[in-house]
């Protein structure tokens, strides 16, 4: 199993949809998780971290499964802004290692 | 102040030239590191420092040379580079390292290898 798995989509949603990711990881061991946005030829900028059960900010919901070892992250009332690439990375290890990331083009 | 600066954001360099990527952050944090990232890839480790002594070289080829003068700089030293290592630099840092927290990018430095 990867370290990190993620469906790489891309998912097409209309603005206004609500729309869902998941990432798997492999160390059961991983505490903390978090979120980054990537706009194409742009840095990754931090979205949500999740250090418990979950976090929500706004239109974003970030839901953690410890016993199925994944984590999602849920967007509500997609807005032509949110297209990006996500990118979900547990933390807390000597490597931090990315998902490969999932691409979201929200349409009019 | 909550950014991470890279300068230049572009270079195009020969593979006989020696050229320097710099790197500043003043959010106090005590680990900083360089990714790089490849179209339509996610960003991959390259080195990490933690509070200012490399702690992590992901088998990196020597032409690249990372040096960190104080806890606010981070500087990625290229020399003979191969055009493979076009890519996205990206320098990050983080409260600490390891540890539980995320990290703020700066925008990167778009390099060109001809």
């Known amino acids: 199993r990867k370290e990190v798995e993620q469906d790489p989509g891309p998912f097409n949603v209309p603005e206004g949809a609500t729309v869902a990711f998941n990432c798997t990881y492999s160390?059961?061991?991983?505490?903390?998780f978090f979120w980054y946005r990537q706009d194409c030829r742009k840095e990754p900028k931090l979205l949500m971290s999740?250090?418990?059960s979950g976090n929500e900010d706004g239109r974003f919901t970030a839901q953690l499964n410890r016993a199925s070892q994944y984590i999602s992250l849920l967007i509500r009332d997609s807005k032509l802004s949110d297209s990006a690439t996500y990118l979900c990375?547990?933390?807390?290890?000597?490597?931090?290692?990315f998902g490969t990331g999932t691409k979201l083009q929200v349409i009019p | 102040d909550t950014e991470v600066t890279q300068t230049p954001k572009h270079l195009v360099m020969g593979m006989t030239n020696k050229k320097s990527l710099k790197c500043e952050q003043h959010?106090?944090?005590?680990?900083m590191y360089w990714y790089k990232q490849k179209a339509k890839k996610p960003p991959e480790l390259m080195f990490v420092?933690?509070?200012?002594?490399?702690?992590i070289n992901e088998s990196v080829p020597s032409r690249f040379s990372p040096e960190c003068p104080n806890s606010s700089l981070l500087n990625l030293h290229l020399h003979a580079l191969q055009p493979e290592d076009s890519a996205l630099y990206l320098c990050?840092?983080?409260?600490?390292?390891?540890?539980?927290?995320?990290?703020?990018f700066g925008s990167g430095t778009r390099l060109t290898v001809v």
């Open positions: 420092y933690s509070y200012e002594k490399l702690s």
């Open positions: 990050a840092s983080s409260q600490s390292h390891p540890g539980n927290y995320g990290y703020t």
């Open positions: 959010m106090g944090h005590r680990a």
């Open positions: 990375v547990p933390g807390g290890y000597q490597k931090v290692t």
């Open positions: 160390n059961s061991a991983s505490q903390s």
């Open positions: 999740v250090y418990s």
